[in-house]
């Protein structure tokens, strides 16, 4: 990654809000929604994705401003050797491959009381090999991946933009939970000596549905029905991952009542092979009187009150204190 600072377009004092402001501008117009077709728009957008997620780790950005760690944030060398040498003869303290010179303040300074020297020869003491090859596994990435209810339900493909402007199509498990993670192994920043690469970190979030709630493997719902439906029964077209369905209301069905639709929520991936059992669809019976007053209903129900009065509340409702 080239200088953040020149990426965002602000001066190395900038202030945190400055930073903010200066990427929110360059992501509104960068932003891959708005340039579907254009590569390098997206490139420009990951580009400036990660300046901004390095500037604002005020550890990172304070050891950048120092020239301890690249804009990458690894350290920064004062010579490079792919070989850690121990026990040579013509040696120069503080000229070996992480030492600093005579003014360096690199990794092996020992400003702070540090020396990547007295590092390695502590982890190599004791050892038989003369040199010993360095291996770094490569940078994890992240991003974030926001998919509907149902597609998290069912399972789906979504190509995501990595913060190094590679795009990578993700295979999203059915029954997906928000805030889970997919980790793609090895699909990340490159090894260094013949280090393994890293992983990319797929933050899923799911978007909440007007009408559906998960609760464990199950969907929750209200099913509105008619007084008459209430009273007399019906069959009712209900929504299902599969699809449309029929689903009965018996007879005398008060508000609250739960109607059960088996195997009808969400299926979860396989754990150890064995396939996992799908929880239920439940359904909240909510009875709705009709918009405009009808004298008619009125009429009956005040005979009903009348020839056939009934109590539903009970003595707890008589006595709450």
Do not use: C, W
Request: charged letters at 30%; a positive charge.
């Amino acid at each position: 990654m080239r200088d953040p600072y020149e990426t965002l377009g602000v001066a190395r004092g900038a202030s945190d809000a400055e930073i903010k402001k200066a990427y929110r501008r360059l992501a509104k117009k960068l932003h891959p929604d708005a340039n579907k077709d254009d590569k390098d728009a997206q490139r420009k957008f990951a580009e400036v994705s990660a300046a901004y997620d390095f500037l604002k780790d005020k550890e990172k950005r304070a050891a950048y401003d120092r020239g301890e760690i690249d804009a990458d944030g690894n350290p920064i060398f004062q010579q490079f050797d792919p070989f850690i040498r121990r026990g040579r003869a013509g040696g120069r303290a503080g000229s070996g491959p992480f030492g600093t010179g005579a003014s360096g303040r690199g990794f092996g300074s020992r400003r702070g009381g540090f020396s990547a020297e007295d590092l390695f020869s502590e982890l190599f003491r004791g050892s038989d090999f003369s040199e010993t090859i360095v291996r770094a596994p490569g940078r994890d990435l992240s991003a974030d991946l926001t998919i509907p209810f149902v597609d998290a339900a069912r399972g789906t493909t979504r190509r995501v933009l990595l913060p190094n402007g590679k795009m990578l199509d993700v295979q999203v498990p059915a029954g997906i939970e928000d805030g889970q993670q997919i980790r793609l192994r090895g699909q990340g920043e490159p090894g260094f000596g013949g280090g393994p690469a890293g992983d990319v970190l797929i933050n899923v979030k799911v978007e909440p549905h007007p009408l559906l709630k998960r609760e464990g493997n199950d969907i929750r719902f209200e099913l509105p029905v008619t007084l008459y439906e209430a009273v007399l029964g019906a069959t009712v077209r209900v929504p299902t991952l599969d699809g449309v369905v029929e689903l009965k209301v018996p007879p005398n069905s008060s508000s609250g009542r739960v109607l059960r639709l088996r195997g009808k929520g969400i299926k979860p991936a396989a754990r150890g092979g064995r396939e996992q059992s799908p929880g239920d669809l439940l359904a909240t019976v909510r009875i709705v009187l009709p918009e405009r007053e009808n004298a008619d209903l009125k009429e009956f129900a005040r005979k009903m009150a009348e020839a056939a009065p009934y109590e539903v509340r009970g003595p707890r409702f008589r006595n709450i204190l």
